[in-house]
């Protein structure tokens, strides 16, 4: 299989990111998240959201594609945490379609989002990943990150589920 484009996301591609970030969420985190919770998103929910973070460029985002259809993404910027120094970034989001999912577009993504965060002179990321979600975290483990022993349930969008925080030098 040819290897997907990396590119800087545009407000354009807004509808194509929600349908991707919709998609993936429910293929990625059935059994894993209350299926009402899969079952009630909506591309049209999420487009505007994702439209005000392409526009307002406070962060980076980026899309894979392969042809004329965006197959991934994803998006970082500074860390959130509370107890982030300003050197540590953080990847917000990362998601490819389940037809992507181990063609190496996950991977190009996460070395191109941590390119990003490097080029806005980041020494460190971070990233949350549910708890359960062992195809990522192994995912993440593989490409060097590392859980740093952090844990919470504060993400309302997860169900409150446990998440994990793993950690990278850039």
């Not at 037809?99 to 991977?107: K, L």
Request: hydrophobic fraction near 40%; charge should be negative; proline fraction near 2%.
């Amino acid at each position: 299989m040819v290897a997907a484009t990396i590119r800087s996301g545009t407000v354009a591609d807004a509808r194509a990111i929600a349908t991707v970030h919709v998609a993936s969420w429910r293929w990625a985190y059935r059994g894993a998240l209350p299926d009402d919770l899969l079952d009630d998103l909506s591309v049209e929910e999420r487009e505007p959201g994702w439209r005000s973070v392409l526009d307002d460029g406070a962060t980076i985002t980026l899309v894979a594609v392969r042809g004329d259809h965006v197959v991934g993404f994803a998006n970082g910027g500074a860390s959130r945490d509370d107890d982030a120094e300003a050197s540590i970034g953080e990847i917000l989001s990362i998601y490819v379609t389940q037809q992507e999912a181990g063609a190496g577009t996950g991977r190009a993504l996460l070395v191109a989002i941590q390119d990003g965060l490097r080029g806005r002179g980041f020494e460190g990321a971070t990233l949350w990943v549910l708890e359960t979600n062992a195809r990522a975290r192994t995912f993440y483990e593989r490409q060097g990150w590392a859980w740093d022993g952090s844990r919470a349930d504060h993400q309302v969008q997860c169900a409150n589920r446990p998440i994990v925080r793993h950690a990278t030098e850039l």
